[in-house]
């Protein structure tokens, strides 16, 4: 049985169950504010904190718990004559458990309220009392979200429980002060914070024995875990790597476009039409990759398309609507999984990209190729309106391939892909190869590579190959002989002067 319990709460959902246990079990419950009159009101008995300190709450309830009669009820060692005969001077009383969660920093930052609202909503006393009690953790047990509370209405935790509760309190208090931060300054620190909230613990990683978790980064608006999983399997560590990259891609594309993803990497990207055109040229680009693979579309889904869909094998569909035709289509195959997203356009919005390292991690900005662009120069005929929409599109397409990567296209259909090669000679024959493996008709090719040509080699394959148009970024010490050669084969070359490397 707990002796004292100090309850300071935002968030009341299930405080009357608690507050109704604790009395019931004959502990003194001080509390402040808002908490206090919510519990008196069910009838129980409650102490102000301004009963215990003597002092009143002030300036609109900014200062109430930063007292040292509540804070040496918390940081005194039970243990400690000193701190026992402090505490019996200065008339104060020890606390065994503690309630407390937090303003609403993030919700009132996703409402977009105004600058001076979200300040008030940074909490001062909240944390403080979290972390003094958490400290103490031997003696007090410390719930720091409703979520919590069945630990103590099914008994008294033990010291280990105790310690894991101070844990998540710690944890609690560095998300919201890490959320805090960004609000007040999103530019670049000298020490930074990446705070996340478990969506769910996954089956396993990239192979079975590994273990691995889903979290959302805390004061996200969007991204995977707003999805609505429609139906099929519990989404897999891979599958969530590729869904991204799936949408990385899409997110760059217009409306009626599709971008099927087989191991990290797009196998197969085309704009239609419509979106069962779009979808049906992504899965001819290369029909063999495909097979397990993940599928974007950037439309609605209806019947036509999910019978499209749902003849072949694939780990996932992603789209933002669908009509219930379509849904009653996909039910058929009950393992695969379809997910509608909402706020699709959000994904650009991402300013930074994360990746874990040995000791730290890295941070990059989002890298979104140009369309086409005026400062792009021409070196040969100039395109006319077609070459220059497929010359767009394969850039952006190239740009999210694993390097070293090429990328070939007609009709705004990937046509031959190559990627995470060592080499760009590598590269440029892999895609050719699917080239000739699954459109050997093609014409009007244009092809794109996300560095520069280091030689003229890749030019003289791929004009052999019938490539008439190449953009890349330049840059080569070698420029003038990949350009010399370029123009003896009658192939023109577009210098962006900016690369799309993805290591």
């Known amino acids: ?73 918390l940081l005194a060692r039970e243990n400690n004559k000193e701190d026992q005969q ?15 969660n937090l303003y609403p920093f993030e919700a009132t930052l996703k409402s977009g309220a105004s600058d001076e609202d979200q300040v008030e909503q940074i909490d001062i006393g909240g944390p403080t009392l979290l972390r003094a009690a958490s400290k103490s953790f031997e003696r007090i047990a410390v ?5 919590q509370y069945d630990l ?119 704009t239609g039409s419509s979106p069962l055109d779009a979808t049906e040229k992504a899965l001819a680009a290369d029909p063999v990759s495909c097979f397990g693979g993940i599928v974007a579309v950037n439309g609605n889904v209806d019947r036509a398309l999910a019978e499209k869909l749902n003849s072949l094998f694939l780990e996932c ?3 933002p609507s669908m009509t219930e035709e379509a849904r ?43 369309a086409w662009s005026s400062e792009w120069k021409v070196l040969g005929e100039a395109p006319t309106e077609a070459i220059k929409k497929d010359l ?35 590269a440029v024959e892999q895609a050719l190869h699917r080239v000739q493996k699954f459109h050997p008709e093609s014409k009007n090719l ?3 590579s996300d560095a520069f040509f280091p030689f003229p080699d890749s030019i003289e394959l791929l004009a052999k190959s019938g490539v008439r148009w190449v953009i890349q970024p330049g840059g080569s010490i070698k420029d003038n002989e990949v350009i010399q050669k370029a123009q003896e084969l009658g192939v023109n070359l577009i210098l962006t002067g900016k690369r799309h490397f993805r290591h």
């Open 1 to 73: 049985m707990f002796q004292r319990a100090l309850i300071s709460v935002s968030d009341k959902s299930r405080l009357e169950e608690l507050g109704k246990h604790l009395a019931a079990q004959g502990t003194e419950i001080v509390s402040t504010g808002g908490s206090a009159k919510f519990l008196k009101n069910l009838g129980l008995k409650v102490k102000e904190v301004s009963e215990l300190t003597g002092f009143p709450e002030v300036m609109d309830g900014r200062v109430k718990t930063l007292h040292p009669k509540i804070h040496m009820g």
């Open 86 to 100: 402090t505490l019996s001077e200065m008339e104060g009383v020890l606390f065994d458990l503690v309630v407390v």
């Open 143 to 147: 719930l720091s979200s409703p979520e």
């Open 152 to 270: 103590v209405l099914n008994g008294t935790p033990d010291l280990k429980t105790r310690r894991w509760l101070a844990a998540q309190a710690f944890t609690h208090v560095s998300g919201y002060d890490a959320l805090v931060s960004e609000f007040l300054d999103a530019s670049e620190k000298k020490e930074r914070s990446l705070s996340g909230r478990l969506v769910k613990e996954l089956r396993y990683g990239e192979n079975p024995h590994q273990q691995a978790r889903w979290y959302s980064q805390v004061g996200s608006t969007s991204g995977w875990h707003e999805a609505t999983v429609t139906q099929g399997k519990e989404l897999s560590y891979n599958n969530l790597l590729d869904l991204d990259a799936a949408q990385s891609c899409l997110s760059l594309l217009p409306e009626n476009s599709c971008v099927v993803v087989k191991h990290n990497n797009p196998c197969g990207v085309a």
């Open 317 to 319: 569909v992603v789209c």
């Open 328 to 370: 009653e289509v996909f039910q058929k195959k009950k393992n695969q999984r379809v997910l509608l997203i909402k706020d699709a356009d959000q994904f650009q919005a991402q300013k930074k990209r994360f990746i874990s390292l040995w000791g730290g991690f890295l941070i990059q900005d989002q890298d979104v190729p140009d």
């Open 392 to 426: 767009a599109f394969i850039w952006k397409v190239c740009s999210q391939l694993k390097s070293n990567a090429i990328a070939i296209a007609s009709d705004l259909q990937t046509r031959g892909l190559g990627m995470g090669q060592v080499n760009r000679v590598d």
């Open 446 to 448: 244009v092809a794109a």
